[in-house]
């Protein structure tokens, strides 16, 4: 069987808008904010449609982390959008201390996710957005997949409160789920009883296209979307590298700090077993096209299926 | 209340603020005696908050940007029924309430957690934003330090502030001079304070920082103004109403000499016995 991934009929961008407008028209303590980054979010159009609602700041995320730390403690539910880069790595201080060590309340929703800031090139390409949120404590941290996957975690971070950081990529995503996928739990997406794939965002593409050609090759390879980076589904990961002994990570993220590191340290401490990370390995990112820079970190399903079949023959 | 009152609220925070530090033995004294006449000010006559609306969203805010003043502060909000007298002199022990640094989450009274610097005045304007999307007109205080404003972050604030006419928030400015490692002008030179906030699009007036009056008139004309956010320079010096602080070149943090208690002590008794009556209510 050859796995055929559609592109889905949406962009990540109209998810977000459409999603954060959907959710503010029921609740008028919604406020969708932005800094100077809502036409590349198809967010623009919000501005009129909640005039009360919505506010560009301009191009100020350290003001904007506190800003909405002061807008929560009126009883606002802010969403925070901006390249991940410029929520996290600019604004660390500001999100840590002003909203997560005060706790208060804020989504947050870094866009263009690693290699996916292309031809933004290396200032705008993170690979450490995840490792920094996962040490903030009590932060949820997830990297959205999908679109009906992102939409779902946009109203889970609203309903729960606290500061939770979605990642994702802007455009074009792969349909993985319908709309009656139930997201409590990190998705299996194939079983298997050889090797245990984990991946998250646009991995999990590449790591189903990675078990279908380990399949050919008589692997046969579990493939979870552990897209709840923090706290970790420990619990569906369990369930499945009990019976494989072996698991491939695979991110668009450092390696360090991310769901390769997330994975290691679950498993260190509950099942010890052999693991392989793939994802960028001690390097910066540059510019270029995703196709491109996923063959240059060695991001793509063949790296995957070379992990795996290295682990699969020890 | 009448100035006179004002003056003796000065007073009671200035006390209570020496015999706090003293019970911890070292702090900063500098920057928080120099915030004694603003505070006075702000909460003895014009924020609009006690201890049975704290939680009403229609009170009014303060935020102490500059949170290494925590210790006047926690002075101030004891004297306003927040909490114990004992409570006061536990500043900085292991799990206290007080921390250096205020925190929203353990101090009652305190509305957000400031000490990472330039953060509080953001905070503050986000509240006053809210209040004023929200309709309602309820003022926001904030008082920032002359050092901080050295974080870029102050001045997005107050971009933010001014392009959204919060007429709401109250910045006051804690010109003190001097910063942890020095006077200002010689670190990073301030320029102009008035003339700066007023191109940042504030109402801008500069007072006598260490005259309670001459805030409170500040204020008052503050809230009759309409379309700007405000700002009021206050004139002071770092370790304000203590002499030998006021002379002392390295005042921000003081761990007392034997000279310096005994100014210290001199202090608490001299204003012990100006308040002589009032204390005793």
Known sequence: MTLILEKTEKEMRQVYAETVYELAQKDPQVIVMEADLSSSMSTGSLKDKLPNQYVNVGIMEANMMSLAAGLNITGRKPFLHSFGQFLTRRAFDQLFVSLAYAKLSAVLVGSDAGVSAEHNGGTHMTFEDMGLMRSVPKASVYEASDPTQLAYLLKKGYEEGGVHYIRTIRKDTVKLYDENTNFEKAQVLRDGEDVTLVASGIMVAEALQAADMLAKEGIEAAVIDMFYIKPLDGETLLNSVKKTGKVVTAENHNVNNGLGSAVCEYLAENYPVPVRRIGVKEQFGQVGLTPFLQEFYELTAEDIVKAAKELVSQ | ?281
């Not at chain 2, 609306?53 to 925590?70: E, I, Q």
């Open chain 2, 1 to 281: 209340m009448l100035a006179t009152q004002l003056e003796t609220a000065a007073k009671q925070i200035r006390l209570y603020t020496l015999k706090e530090l003293k019970a911890l033995g070292f702090g900063h004294f500098g920057g928080s005696l120099s915030i004694v006449e603003a505070l006075a000010a702000i909460y003895g006559k014009h924020l609009n908050v006690d201890t049975d609306t704290a939680n009403d969203p229609n009170r009014d805010y303060f935020v102490l940007s500059k949170g290494h003043g925590g210790p006047a502060l926690y002075a101030t909000l004891f004297l306003k029924g927040f909490f114990s007298e004992e409570v006061l002199y536990t500043l900085n022990q292991n799990g206290t309430t007080l921390p250096s640094h205020p925190d929203r989450n353990l101090t009652p009274g305190v509305d957000m957690t400031c000490g990472s610097l330039g953060q509080g005045i953001s905070a503050a304007t986000g509240i006053a934003y809210g209040n004023k999307l929200a309709g309602q007109d309820n003022y926001t205080f904030c008082i920032v330090g002359d050092g901080e404003l050295n974080e870029g972050q102050c001045w997005e604030a107050f971009q933010f502030a001014s392009h959204h006419k919060l007429e709401n928030l109250i910045v006051l400015l804690d010109d003190n001079k001097k910063q942890l490692d020095g006077p200002t002008k010689d670190i990073i030179d301030p320029l102009d304070f008035v003339a700066k906030l007023t191109a940042f699009g504030f109402e801008t007036v500069e007072v006598d920082g260490s005259s309670v009056d001459a805030i409170d008139k500040a204020i008052a004309q503050a809230k009759e103004n309409k379309g700007k956010p405000q700002a009021i320079v206050l004139d002071t010096i770092k370790g304000q109403g203590v002499k030998h602080l006021e002379e002392k070149a390295d005042n921000h943090h003081v761990r007392p000499n034997e000279e310096d208690w005994k100014a210290i002590n001199e202090a608490i008794e001299t204003l012990e016995e100006q308040l002589e009556g009032v204390l005793a209510k």
